[in-house]
């Protein structure tokens, strides 16, 4: 089973290639778009579909859109046969073989798994006839295209008219990275229809995956004392044929059971524990193949460990819980991703590859008791090295580098529209501040106080919005926080004073005398007719479109 990171790529020797399981492990443990085939018991047995081939002969990992099974099976044409001959050189080595096999290993430990829980909604509907996945979210040339779909011109008109729409709204990085004009100048001077020309635009690499930051919640179970006299089945241990259990805890939402076990052998007594699926069936390990424990405490680690791998609860509270406004439900962590771009970036923040920008927010109350999405922080480390790296080699250039500011608020309007958000708010440059002790203070102003409120105003103008000043809650002297089974709250000491599954039960434990203070942020209202609007149009990817 694959275990850290390092681990995950494997470098080739005598050649400038390796072997990658990043995107399938990001897709299991992070629940990423799964680039290959779906896995299934069987191909779960052949690791080499899930391995990417990578080019390491620049200053960062490129995928090059091959497998290993491709270059075995001789369907690599991209790859040179000089190449391939080294790749499979490789392969037969001993390293090789037994980092397959951990990648082999990870795959049918994944088949194991029968479902997840807790798994938190998608961020907006999958939408597969959209060009970049994401709907609501439109390619200003790919509409222009439809448009003039039954223009005719010759192949360097139509070139010639693609090129002046710069002048009309397009913009150059919409060109660069989504239009094929290599491959189309390859019919000059014949006449071609504008539907033609669509399938000349490519967006394989700029397709976009937006996922929350989730994990596995160490604690999986809730255990509770058996009620005497309870009418539960007794189960029979494999171990012992005149044992006898009698159920002490159980799991209410899976069924898991921990029972004591006694039987007589001899002159002697014993006891012991046991943990028991909803089945019946005894829980037991490669260390305990009995299954019998010492302890209950045992008996339910153990119990943990088979639902962990089985039924795993996932958690969405992400990893940067502590840099945020307390109080707010539904607190995420958003990665916006790109998954099939061929270059490969990593920031600190993150394990994921190619985040274009993360966003961490929550649903609260604004003062006039309306339903608001705030944005507790907006960031993207890779718009950040690609300006302060200046050799441009070791950071790959990404889409969106210019306008990310813009792709953000407008993907955040439609989340916000899609949970029928009266208005989508974000703190203030000064909250930003204090939250970091002043680090980065003129980036932080200039970035919450004048680009998102300048932005936001260019979207909305169409629509008659424009940013303006809302107040929101705060609590002042109590804590409402995030935890695995739903909420804390606590005093202003950090004393539990209860827990609750939802936000509602959570509010019932606020202390009397509990203050709140009024924040004032930056943001934009959502009335009905607007929040439909914005559904029903969408946005351009790039810009506002071509006028």
Known sequence: MIQKDDELDLLFEDCNLGVSARRIYEHIH???VNPFESITLISAGAPEKYVDIIDISGANLILTNVTLSDVINGKASCISDSQSAKILKNVKNQSTHQWLNKVKRYLQKHMEQKFVRNLPKSF??????SSLSVKGLNCALHTWLKEHSKDKATVEQWLHRIKNLSQKGLRAEELKFNFDEDKLTQRFGEIVKGEDLIKYLTYDHLKLSIVPMIKKTGHQLTFEKVPVNIGLKKFKPKFKSNAVTQPQWRDLAL???????????????YSGWVAFTYRGEPIVSYKNPTGLCDSYKDAMLLA?????NKFPRLNSNGLWLDYRITGGAQYREWLFTLPYFASSYFSDHYAHRNIIFHIRCDIRESVDGKRVVLIQEVQSDWAQESRRNLNAEEIPRPPWLNEWHSLAL?????????????ALVWTQGKTQIDRYGGLGKNGL???YDHTLPDEITKILKPYGHTCETI??????????DPIDIGYKVSDENGNCLGTAKTWDEANNYIPDGAENNVEQVHGVKLDESLRQRLLKDGFYAWGTGIK
């Open 30 to 32: 992070f629940r990423q």
């Open 410 to 422: 407008k993907l955040m309007l439609l989340h916000a529209s899609q949970l029928g958000a009266d």
């Open 304 to 308: 943990n460990a088979h639902a962990y």
């Open 124 to 129: 907006l509907p999958y939408d597969n006839f």
């Open 445 to 447: 102003i200039k970035l």
């Open 471 to 480: 107040e929101v809650y705060r609590p002042l002297n109590y804590f409402i």
């Open 255 to 269: 069924g898991y059971r921990i029972d004591v076990v006694n039987w007589n052998d001899l002159l002697s007594e």
